[in-house]
């Protein structure tokens, strides 16, 4: 299937336009609160959100028997609120560390979920199938009611997002001054908190618990390399997030036998991996051409800075000296020499080198320059 | 019981063990995290490792398969060092990338791997018995509980050779570093124990709860004490006695094993999280309750020492100035006449003279950073406690 | 001599995790002094101005500006935090964080206009990080991002400002800056309460000096009370090892 091909079909397929809207809106909601957990150095919380809403799906079933997805949600958004909460409770009150905390409620909730779920799985009751579905997700399952939900939850976020944006952004630098300044923080954090349980738990039967988490980050991550400013952090997240959704859909789609989530997770850690490798301010490979180009200009130096040392006590700078000398001087290659005659500050006759009025000249401010920058 | 029950509790009770030696350490060193990073990315080192061995239980595929563990902890140290993003993030990105490869790499090879994602996440213990080993046509038992038992041995074996080595690294990398122990090699031997013990277990309680027989047997105890070697008695004992209780729990309902133990493990937390003798939540609220009412008293004793004048020391003057709520001010004060630290004159209120011993010495303590010493000095002045 | 009493505190007691780290505080710090709170570590300097701008509950006292109640009294009250207490690598300008100080007057929802950057501006230009202005904050020298943080409470135009530890690890010229900065807010009659370290500085900088160490020492003019007695009875009889820290 060629890609025109592909695109015409995401237009005229009910399920597959289904899929793609319903990931892709995921993918921007996740990424845009992703933004504010990682900036809020709560990375793995949602880890332990998603894997602890498990519980509330299964308790919900049990008590509804109903397959209604929006019933069971909101079991897991439940149950993930009581874990957001213990994890807390357990921080606070006890000298568990939150690494430990988060561990604890993320397995022990999982196992309990898991128990229900083959509890409920050997129940004679036919309904139980499709529980399943949120362990690794399905996206296959959306449905169009399905997406319409998470679009109103993405517009209520956008909403409360836009109104409240100075008051985010505060707090996420700096909690303490926003007190001072008569905000309340307890309601702003409470607001974040809940939209990004809500966002995780939107996922859930689309991406799965296990790998919710990396939704939430992985856009956020790959956004903050390329941008200094909030704003188009936030943007840009959500790009990735949506782009991630629908290529993901895409490549599961022209495949068999792949499940949506893993392949939509893994776009978007090529998304992260694109942008630590490659962008231009923050990122490695421009990092270490500066970090090689600064060695060399160092080494440059460090041989004109001997060579004039050794020219300074002759009366006549341009007295010529053997290249023999240089062998002793740690910094010294041949390509470096190359490179100084190249930039005309040394004269290179057969074996013997000199320094040029120039090059004199540069190597005495190199001097300057140098205690100038140790002031 | 049948053979097979006895087998099925053995290897879980081994698992149990092997789990919560390295569960305590990585909890005691804030790692916890990290363990649920590898029994997550562990898998395409399992797929892979199948690929070649086209055996589950092939000592070469528990290698190579905690070597993705190793890789992971590598990947995870190498992005925290580049800055690009906050301690943690590094964690949450390189696991599901790496678990969503291996989700892959078995759904592309359906045909020719019989594994499945499911079985590799939450293990299926009641099938151990039924794969035998036999040595020269013998039966030795089930293989699992084989691999269990050696992974078990070399824990306890290298427990036993480092733990001096392990326990300082644990509290006082500075100290270990200058005593000539490479807190790197300590570092790295735990991450391959733990790596190790984690693909070892997975085929009986699989790699996600893994990670709950790591950390909560160790989070449960280090609540009940802080010394080392009690908190690794106490995390076996948990862990055995979950995996036993949890395995009844999972006949009874007819329900995943792995799901019972981790239940238990839950419900065992719990308990000794509200109950716990000096850390529980209740003993922590009861005891805040009676600080607060105590350090309210040292406040009042020491305003009454620092003013003479009436006005600041008549009863009043607590609600007034001291700002505090009419039930709070008439605890107080009654709990300082209880002890005779005051007398009440007139509504005036002045300082007895034991009074204001145990307000100097308080303050002595206070000023030279000992407060611990307060709660000895309190043993010795009260009569009765908040 | 000076009358009006900016901040008055009563009484203040704070206790973390139940241990007092602050004992019995009566404090009258009198309008247009620029004051510096002194004491060892742990005596409890940033835990005092953090109780007063309630980010910190007290377990008793009561904390009063220009005799009403601090809730009342916000919009007088301009505060700098340590500059280590907020992660700079958010991503964030000069300018907007500066502009942060507008957020207060502004109130809920609104957003900062053409008026708040005016000020923010101006500000920036009062420290001398105007070439600075669209940075990301993580790119300025440690000096630079306190001058920053200066900045964002001079925006709020208060009557008293709140700092902490606002010579921490910068360099000379940024010291220079700040205290100028210090002294013309003193000379419009602002009073200034600093959170301060280095003791052999303390005459120099400062009029006013509160001796700290869980318990209040000693209160007053520097050229009163700042002296060997009192040094000695905040830092005890090793003080002098205290000052080299």
Not at chain 1, 103 to 114: D, P, Q, R, T
Not at chain 2, 32 to 38: E, G, L, T
Request: glycine share 8%.
């Amino acid at each position: 299937m060629d890609i025109t091909e592909y695109i015409k079909l995401v237009f005229t397929d009910y399920t597959l336009r289904t899929i793609t809207l319903g990931t892709a809106i995921l993918g921007a909601v996740t990424g845009m609160l992703g933004s504010f957990a990682v900036l809020r150095k709560q990375s793995l919380l949602g880890d332990a959100i998603s894997h602890a809403a498990l519980p509330g799906i299964a308790i919900s079933f049990l008590i509804t028997g109903a397959k209604d997805s929006n019933v069971l949600l909101l079991g897991a958004l439940v149950s993930g609120l009581i874990g957001t909460f213990w994890i807390r409770g357990i921080i606070k009150k006890t000298h568990l560390k939150s690494d430990t905390a988060l561990g604890l409620i993320l397995s022990l909730f999982f196992g309990f979920g898991m128990l229900l779920l083959t509890f409920i799985q050997k129940q004679p009751n036919a309904n139980q199938a499709g529980l399943d579905k949120y362990l690794f997700g399905q996206a296959a399952t959306l449905i169009e009611s399905d997406v319409w939900l998470m679009a109103i939850v993405t517009g209520a976020c956008l909403v409360v997002l836009l109104l409240f944006w100075k008051e985010f952004k505060i707090l996420l630098f700096d909690a303490d001054y926003t007190k001072t300044l008569g905000f309340n923080t307890k309601f702003i954090d409470i607001l974040i908190t809940t939209f990004i349980v809500l966002a995780i738990v939107l996922g859930l039967q689309t991406v799965g618990v296990v790998l919710m988490s990396a939704m939430l980050l992985a856009p956020a991550a790959a956004a903050r390399q390329w941008t200094n400013s909030l704003g188009i952090m936030v943007f840009l997240a959500a790009l990735f997030g949506a782009f991630s959704g629908v290529f993901g859909t895409a490549i599961s789609a022209s495949q068999n036998n792949l499940s949506t989530g893993p392949v939509i997770v893994i776009v978007a850690s090529v998304f992260v991996l694109i942008s630590f490798i490659f962008s231009p301010s923050r990122g490695l490979l421009f990092k270490q051409i500066r970090f090689i180009k600064n060695r060399r200009d160092l080494q440059l130096h460090k041989t004109l800075a001997f060579m004039h040392h050794i020219a300074k006590t002759h009366e006549n700078i341009s007295h010529p000296h053997t290249v023999k000398i240089l062998n002793n001087f740690q910094g010294y290659t041949r390509s470096t020499l190359q490179k100084l005659v190249h930039k005309n500050y040394v004269r290179l006759d057969g074996n013997m080198w000199s320094l040029t009025e120039e090059g004199f000249k540069t190597a005495s401010n190199l001097y300057n320059q140098q205690s100038d920058n140790n002031e | 019981m049948s053979n097979a029950q006895i087998e099925i509790q053995l290897i879980a009770s081994l698992v149990a063990i092997a789990c919560a030696i390295p569960g305590t350490f990585l909890v005691l060193r804030k790692m916890a995290m990290i363990s649920d990073a590898i029994s997550h990315s562990i898998l395409p080192g399992i797929v892979i490792g199948f690929f070649i061995t086209q055996d589950l239980n092939s000592p070469l595929l528990i290698l190579l398969a905690a070597l993705t563990g190793i890789i992971t902890v590598i990947l995870v140290e190498y992005i925290q060092k580049t800055g690009l993003v906050k301690e943690d993030t590094a964690i949450g990105l390189v696991f599901p990338a790496l678990f969503s490869i291996g989700v892959i790499l078995i759904a592309k090879n359906a045909n020719d791997v019989h594994l499945d994602v499911d079985a590799v996440l939450l293990g299926e213990l009641a099938f151990a018995p039924f794969d035998r080993l036999l040595i020269a046509g013998v039966d030795v038992g089930p293989k699992s509980l084989w691999i269990i038992g050696c992974i078990l041995l070399i824990t306890i074996g290298l427990l036993f050779a480092f733990f001096k080595e392990l326990k300082i690294s644990t509290f006082d990398v500075g100290l270990s570093a200058s005593l000539g122990f490479s807190p790197t090699i300590i570092h790295y031997g735990l991450m391959t124990v733990s790596s190790v013990t984690t693909v070892g277990a997975f085929d009986a309680v699989g790699a996600i709860l893994v990670v709950a027989l790591m950390i909560a047997p160790a989070a449960t105890a280090y609540l009940l004490t802080t010394n080392l070697k009690r908190m690794l008695v106490y995390a076996i004992c948990f862990g055995v006695f979950s995996a036993m209780s949890g395995y009844w729990l999972a006949h009874w309902l007819d329900a995943s094993i792995a799901g019972s133990i981790t239940t238990m493990l839950g419900l065992l937390f719990l308990v000794i999280y509200l109950f716990a003798p000096n850390k529980g939540v209740i003993a922590v609220l009861y005891r805040e309750k009676q600080q607060r009412t105590e350090v309210s008293l040292l406040t009042f004793l020491l305003h009454l020492r620092n003013h003479s004048e009436e006005e600041e020391r008549h009863v009043n003057h607590l609600n007034e100035h001291i700002n505090w709520q009419k039930v709070r001010s008439k605890t107080v004060l009654e709990l300082a006449l209880k002890n005779n630290m005051i007398v009440i004159d007139n509504d005036v209120v002045s300082l007895t003279e034991k009074g204001n011993d145990f307000t100097s010495q308080a303050i002595d303590y206070i000023i030279t950073n000992e407060d611990s010493k307060i709660e000895h000095m309190k043993d010795d002045f009260f009569l009765f406690r908040g | 001599m000076k009358n009006n009493i900016a901040v008055k505190v009563d009484d203040l007691t704070v206790a973390y995790n139940y241990k007092p780290v602050l004992w019995d505080i009566d404090l009258e710090i009198p309008e247009g002094v620029l004051m510096a709170i002194v004491g060892p570590n742990g005596a409890g300097k940033s835990t005092l101005i953090k109780s007063i701008l309630g980010i910190l509950n007290p377990i008793a006292g009561s904390v009063s500006i220009y005799g009403k109640s601090y809730e009342k009294q916000r919009a007088l009250v301009a505060y700098v935090p340590q500059k280590g207490s907020v992660d700079w690598d958010f991503p964030t300008t000069a300018l907007d964080v500066v502009m942060m100080g507008t957020y207060g007057s502004l109130g809920w929802i609104k957003r900062p206009g053409q008026k708040e950057k005016k000020i923010a501006l101006e500000a920036l230009e009062k420290v001398g990080m105007l070439p600075f202005k669209n940075r990301q904050i993580s790119q300025l020298s440690g000096g630079q991002q306190q001058r920053i943080f200066l900045a964002r409470a001079l925006v709020q135009d208060a009557s008293i400002y709140f700092m902490d530890e606002p010579f921490q690890g910068v360099d000379a010229t940024t010291e220079i800056a700040i205290i100028n900065i210090l002294k013309e807010l003193r000379k419009a009659n602002k009073t200034v309460i600093v959170v301060h370290h280095d003791l052999q500085t303390v005459p120099e900088y400062f009029d006013w000096v509160t001796f700290l160490n869980v318990k209040k020492i000693a209160t007053g003019p520097v050229k009163d009370i700042f002296n060997d007695d009192n040094l000695t009875k905040t830092y005890g009889i090793n003080y002098k090892v205290s000052i080299q820290e």
